[in-house]
């Protein structure tokens, strides 16, 4: 299961924005999103890296993690 850590990310709101660019990718991909360490799980079969940049592109800062 790929993990993120996702600086900016502060509300539920960010949760549902950062799922919706997941979901762009791997529409049966499942989210577990932690706000008080940053860290996001994604569980899907897409690649790291394509999750990562859908992530990006929504506005948000994502490292490996």
Do not use: H, W, Y
Request: charged share 20%; aromatic share 4%.
């Amino acid at each position: 299961m790929p993990a993120f850590r996702v600086t900016d990310m502060t509300c539920d709101g960010c949760i549902r924005a950062l799922t919706a660019a997941v979901k762009d990718v791997d529409p049966g991909a499942t989210l577990q999103a932690n706000l008080d360490s940053k860290q996001v799980q994604v569980n899907s079969p897409a690649a790291p890296d394509a999750l990562a940049e859908a992530m990006r592109d929504a506005g948000f800062t994502v490292e490996a993690g």
